[in-house]
Structures are given as structure tokens and as C-alpha cells.
């Protein structure tokens, strides 16, 4: 299979085959990558089928996260009380240590990926325990004696999807561009190629692109404090007020059909303590609306990829049209 085309057509395939791995389609695309003689598509390969450990992470693997722990306090006589994997109140952290417990940027290969997918096992990143100090001097009289960072496989399903649906994409601009030409075309449509690479990959794979809410990204709710300032400062008062009012419906929306969703038991715990946290930020005069977008993000990694049922598309709709105002 030496024409370009019919091996860029091979790849498709693949990409839009259930039945095949992602990991295993990634070496045929590191074999077009050097048929077409791309360094950049050729490095981003090897770094997906590799890992990035040591490496900057791009954005779309950043996958929201709840923070969890245990607690011990003193009961006397030599008895202790404890409280065992409890959400965590971040959003009262440290600025530079909340956001940093918002989200993880996976740095696992592909093939790990779907490993952890495939053996729908619970994962999770465990904290040093200077932060479990932090979090022990706001909630005293407990003690926080471990801390973690939740891992959802839905986010990571996430990841999958993103790679696949942004390859895909890639493929099929470049297979308009050399349509049935042979490697004979490849050094003269070097320019395109890169083009297209950074319409398409190259996009998710910046710097400076963050998780997409709706047709927006998450740009905003990475930005600490100011997120918040910015959206209240003055003539944006009332775009304050809207999304609150946007939020309380959604969330009347979820509460309703929560049961009715094709969740876990931990996951339909853990949207339930995001739905807490957003309640709690909503009854405040000046709600953190980063607070309250990280939490939706994290409902929206945990809601993608759930089977459909009846009622899915009812939230789903609902939550696309939130997130999409942050």
C-alpha cells in the first residue's frame, strides 16, 4: 500500500472501527508521518503513543477532578473520630493550590489510557501531605490524614474521543489535499500539510487552548480570582445574575433526572457533591464563578459518554448551553 490516499483511507477506517484500538491506529499514523515526511505530526505520534511524562502536557488532557480525603479528629480517652472519603473544600485553598487541584493532565500513553478504560477500575492521584496540612488548618478540629485527586474514566474516555474525532478531521482535510496523487506530490504539498496540521491538531494541542464548554473553551476558569472579577466588573453585573439564573435551572433540570441517568453509585455521588459545591457558591452574594465552573466541569466529564437513555438528552442539552457561558 504505497499510495498515500489508500493508506490515509486505511487509518480512517480504523479510527471509526470500535473494534480497533486507538494505540494500535497511532502506529499507522507514525508510519504516515513519515510517508508524507511531517516532523511535527510525526512528534506528536510518538508522544501519544509514548506518554508525556517529563513532557508538556497538552490541554485536552486536562480532566476535571474532585479532591477527596480522610479525616481524623480527637474524641478523647484515646479515641479518635474519622470520616472516610470526603470531599474537600478547595475552593477555600490557597488560590495557587485550588486551582492546581481543579483539573489533572493525564500524562499516560494511549494504550494506558485504555487500559485504565477497559478495566473500569478506580484511579486516583494521591497528595503529598503538605497539602493535606493546608486542608487541615481550614477544617479544623479535623485533620485531613490523606487527600486525592479522583480520576473519572468518563474524562479519560474524553481524551480517547478528542484524539480520535481531531485525527479524523486531520485525515480527511488531507486526503482532500492529495486526493489519488502518489508520494511523488508529498514535497510539494509540504505547506499544506502543515496547514492543515495546524487547523486540526496542531488546534488542540497548543498552549493556549484549555477544556471546550460548548463552542467556547475553559480558558476563563483557569484564570484564579480574576475569572471572577472580570465577569462582575461593572456593566457585566447583570451577565453575572444571567448565569446564575442559567445554573439553578440546570441543576433543578439534573436533580430531577439524577436517578433516571446511567451512572455508578460513585459517580452519581460525586455529581451530587459537585452539585453541593455549586449550591454553596450560589447562595453567596458573590459566587466564585470559577468555583462554579471547575464544578461543572467536572459534572461534564463524569455526564460524557454515559449511555443514552431517555432523559440523557434533556440534561445534556441543558448543561452544553451553561457551560457554554463561562
Not at 478531521?169 to 504539498?189: A, I, R, Y
Not at 446564575?244 to 446511567?262: A, C, Q, R, T, Y
Not at 457558591?281 to 460524557?304: F, M, Y
Request: contains cysteine; proline residues 3%; negative net charge.
Amino acid at each position: 500500500m504505497n499510495n498515500i490516499s489508500e493508506w490515509i483511507d486505511k487509518i480512517i477506517e480504523d479510527l471509526v472501527n470500535p473494534n480497533i484500538k486507538l494505540s494500535d491506529t497511532l502506529l499507522k499514523v507514525q508510519v504516515l508521518a513519515f510517508k508524507i515526511e511531517n516532523t511535527v505530526l510525526k512528534e506528536w505520534t510518538e508522544r501519544e503513543i509514548n506518554g508525556y511524562v517529563g513532557k508538556d502536557k497538552p490541554d485536552y488532557r486536562r480532566i476535571p477532578s474532585a479532591t477527596k480525603g480522610n479525616l481524623i479528629q480527637d474524641a478523647g480517652f484515646r479515641g479518635v473520630w474519622t470520616k472516610n472519603n470526603t470531599l474537600l473544600p478547595v475552593e477555600y485553598l490557597n488560590p495557587k493550590i485550588r486551582d492546581s487541584l481543579m483539573s489533572i493532565k493525564m500524562d499516560s500513553s494511549v494504550a494506558e489510557l485504555e487500559r485504565m478504560i477497559e478495566s473500569k477500575g478506580s484511579y486516583q492521584v494521591n497528595l503529598p501531605y503538605v497539602v493535606c496540612q493546608e486542608f487541615s488548618k481550614i477544617m479544623e478540629p479535623w485533620n485531613v490524614d490523606s487527600a486525592w485527586q479522583k480520576i473519572s474514566l468518563n474524562s479519560i474516555e474524553g481524551i480517547i474521543s478528542t484524539i480520535k474525532s481531531t485525527l479524523l478531521n486531520f485525515l480527511l482535510e488531507l486526503n482532500k489535499e492529495f486526493g489519488d496523487n502518489d508520494n511523488l506530490s508529498v514535497m510539494k504539498k509540504k505547506k499544506e500539510i502543515n496547514e492543515i496540521f495546524d487547523k486540526t491538531i496542531g488546534n488542540i494541542s497548543g498552549e493556549h487552548i484549555n477544556i471546550s464548554f460548548g463552542n467556547k473553551t475553559a480558558q476563563t476558569t483557569n484564570t484564579g480570582d480574576n475569572s471572577t472579577t472580570n465577569i462582575a466588573a461593572g456593566e457585566k453585573i447583570h451577565q453575572q445574575i444571567e448565569i446564575k439564573s442559567e445554573v439553578e435551572d440546570f441543576l433543578k433540570i439534573l436533580k430531577e433526572h439524577l436517578d433516571n441517568l446511567d451512572l455508578s453509585t460513585e459517580d452519581k455521588e460525586d455529581v451530587s457533591n459537585e452539585i453541593t459545591r455549586v449550591e454553596s457558591q450560589l447562595k453567596r452574594d458573590n459566587p466564585k464563578l470559577n468555583i462554579v465552573g471547575a464544578a461543572l466541569n467536572t459534572i461534564n466529564g463524569i455526564l460524557t459518554g454515559i449511555t443514552a437513555n431517555a432523559f440523557t438528552p434533556i440534561v445534556l442539552e441543558k448543561l452544553s448551553q451553561v457551560v457554554g457561558m463561562f
